[in-house]
């Protein structure tokens, strides 16, 4: 069974920081590349950031550009997303996917991604 949970999210003020972390189980970790996406009520998931299965290639939101980075630990079995300058618009859960394809965890809505975690709330008051 495969298991995506994250955890990190929370309440901060505008200018703050959080990491967000996603622990997968069931799958060998290191074969898939992985993805963060986020969801704000009303509206339609997003793509913020990826990264490749190795670790060697990343991608970004153009909004997010140089305020978040995405890392992951194949030891751990865990992908991270590092949000600083946190802007009330960052608002949303968000949500880790992976997938074996990298189009998949980089395409602007998460089409075909293979496994979701069920995200973290993030809210950013300004």
């Known amino acids: 069974q495969v298991q995506l949970v994250e955890s990190g999210g929370g309440l901060v003020q505008a200018g703050a920081s959080l990491r967000l972390s996603c622990v997968v189980s069931?799958?060998?970790?290191?074969?898939?590349?992985m993805g963060w996406f986020r969801q704000t009520p009303g509206k339609e998931r997003e793509f913020v950031a990826a990264?490749?299965?190795?670790?060697?290639?990343?991608r970004y939101a153009d909004s997010v550009k140089g305020r978040f980075t995405i890392s992951r630990d194949n030891d751990k079995n865990t992908v991270y997303l590092q949000m600083d300058s946190l802007k009330p618009e960052a608002t949303a859960v968000y949500s880790c996917?992976?997938?074996?394809?990298?189009?998949?965890?980089?395409?602007?809505?998460?089409?075909?991604?293979?496994?979701w975690g069920k995200g973290t709330l993030v809210t950013v008051s300004s």
């Open positions: 996917g992976m997938a074996r394809q990298f189009l998949h965890v980089t395409n602007w809505r998460g089409l075909g991604i293979d496994y």
């Open positions: 990264i490749s299965a190795d670790g060697g290639n990343t």
């Open positions: 069931g799958r060998t970790f290191s074969n898939y590349h």
